[in-house]
């Protein structure tokens, strides 16, 4: 049950698209299609963005958009908002009824 | 209006016990998984535990097997986790959340556990 890898922090300026990973292995990320990605504001709960791979759930911005790809998975944002500035965290089943969550990737609005 | 709300922490002493509980509101309780998260001061999301909506399965990360036990009350629309020989490493923010990786996915604010002499 190790984390899941992500880079610690991503930026990118108003308006443009920013992508960061999510690298698991084949028990996990590579081997199940229940990943997810969430959103987390300082002091806030964590609020689920995509899952499933690539669903978002309902009031969730399209700008907002999942893939994966062996072992790794990605989260897109699109047209970059000082209110997407947060932390990031994927998740994936890891097979037992066990879950894994990412390393967390720090997203700054420059 | 669907609601999480969860309570029993604090603070409490290495090897010691706590009780967290947390209560369900607006939705039909007994139909859906529920779980416990949690997040260590400044750092990442812990997946904890998470039972059926049934209660009759229950998994767990390893690091809390044999000391943690989950449980629900489906008459009373509770979800708790049982915590006994506690640990520096299980001071955490601890959410309850429904269903935490499908589309229905509903977390609570949080309620902090605190482990220290």
């Known amino acids: 049950q190790s984390a899941l890898t992500q880079p610690a922090s991503v930026s990118g300026s108003p308006g443009q698209s920013i992508t960061f990973s999510c690298t698991g292995t084949?028990?996990?990320?590579?081997?199940?299609?229940?990943l997810s990605w969430y959103q987390q504001h300082p002091g806030k709960a964590p609020k689920l963005m995509i899952y499933?791979?690539?669903k978002r759930p309902s009031g969730v911005s399209n700008r907002f958009s999942g893939s994966k790809s062996g072992n790794t998975a990605s989260l897109t944002i699109s047209g970059l908002q000082a209110e997407d500035e947060a932390d990031y965290y994927c998740?994936?089943?890891?097979?037992?009824?066990?879950?894994?969550f990412g390393t967390g990737t720090k997203v700054t609005v420059l | 209006e669907v609601q999480l709300v969860e309570s029993g922490g604090g603070l409490v002493q290495p090897g010691g016990s706590l009780t967290l509980s947390c209560a369900a509101s607006?939705?039909?309780?007994?139909?859906?998984?529920m779980s416990w998260l949690r997040q260590a001061p400044g750092k990442g999301l812990e997946w904890v535990a998470s039972?059926?909506?049934?209660?009759?399965?229950?998994y767990y990360v390893d690091s809390v097997k044999g000391r943690f036990t989950v449980s629900r009350d489906n008459v009373k629309n509770s979800l708790y986790l049982h915590m006994n020989n506690l640990r520096a490493e299980d001071t955490a923010v601890y959410y309850c959340?429904?269903?935490?990786?499908?589309?229905?996915?509903?977390w609570g604010q949080g309620n902090l556990v605190t482990v220290s002499s």
């Open positions: 959340a429904r269903d935490f990786v499908r589309e229905v996915a509903y």
């Open positions: 607006g939705f039909s309780f007994s139909t859906y998984w």
């Open positions: 039972t059926t909506p049934d209660g009759s399965e229950k």
């Open positions: 084949s028990s996990d990320v590579g081997s199940y299609n229940l």
């Open positions: 499933e791979g690539s």
């Open positions: 998740c994936s089943y890891a097979g037992y009824g066990t879950y894994v």
